[in-house]
């Protein structure tokens, strides 16, 4: 087994408003006044989401690194969809997302056979894909070249 590493987060919430902290870095996460937040900052889901594509585009930095992989750019687009009546208070319907969509677009020299490679190492490392991914929630994830405009 390699080096185990821990991540902390120290938050303080405030209504529906959390300021969190790690390390010297700061965000705020908030709700939309039709969910009873001020709109503040960026809601819970959407920053998950938004930790997904950065977690994947790190990933994708590094192992293109390994690859050799021309990789000149990375456009991210997600979305999640999940039932609201769960977090409601509705037991019978899952509270969680049941299904991530990302789609990427790749600023790239390479061949698809050599983006699927990488997004197919990408899904294999990626600790934020694995975790929604193994805990049995659909993932789709489309990797493709950026139409190049002259």
Same mark, same amino acid.
């Not at 390390?23 to 039709?34: L, V, Y």
């Given at each position: 087994?390699?080096?185990?590493?821990?991540?902390?987060?120290?938050?303080? @919430? #405030?209504?529906?408003?959390?300021?969190?902290?790690?390390?010297?870095? #700061?965000?705020?996460?908030?709700?939309?006044?039709? /969910?009873?937040? %001020?709109?503040?900052?960026?809601?819970?889901? +959407?920053?998950?989401?938004?930790?997904?594509?950065?977690?994947? =585009?790190?990933?994708?930095?590094? *192992?293109?690194?390994?690859?050799?992989?021309?990789?000149? @750019?990375?456009? /991210?687009?997600?979305?999640?969809?999940?039932?609201?009546?769960?977090?409601?208070?509705?037991?019978?319907?899952?509270?969680?997302?049941?299904?991530?969509?990302? %789609?990427? #677009?790749?600023?790239? #020299?390479? +061949?698809?056979?050599?983006?699927?490679?990488?997004? =197919?190492?990408?899904?294999?490392?990626?600790?934020?894909?694995?975790? *929604?991914?193994?805990? @049995?929630?659909?993932?789709? =994830?489309?990797?493709?070249?950026?139409?190049?405009?002259?």
């Amino acid at each position: 087994m390699g080096q185990l590493k821990s991540f902390k987060v120290e938050g303080k @919430g #405030t209504g529906m408003r959390l300021d969190a902290i790690a390390g010297k870095h #700061t965000i705020a996460i908030d709700e939309p006044e039709s /969910f009873g937040g %001020k709109d503040s900052a960026i809601d819970p889901l +959407s920053t998950f989401l938004s930790s997904l594509i950065s977690c994947e =585009n790190v990933m994708a930095q590094l *192992i293109a690194q390994e690859m050799k992989f021309d990789l000149q @750019g990375i456009s /991210f687009d997600v979305e999640g969809s999940l039932d609201l009546a769960g977090l409601m208070g509705d037991l019978t319907v899952k509270p969680y997302f049941q299904q991530v969509t990302v %789609k990427a #677009t790749l600023e790239t #020299t390479e +061949s698809q056979e050599r983006i699927d490679e990488l997004q =197919n190492a990408v899904d294999q490392r990626c600790p934020v894909f694995r975790t *929604i991914k193994d805990a @049995g929630i659909p993932v789709e =994830n489309q990797w493709v070249k950026a139409e190049v405009t002259v």
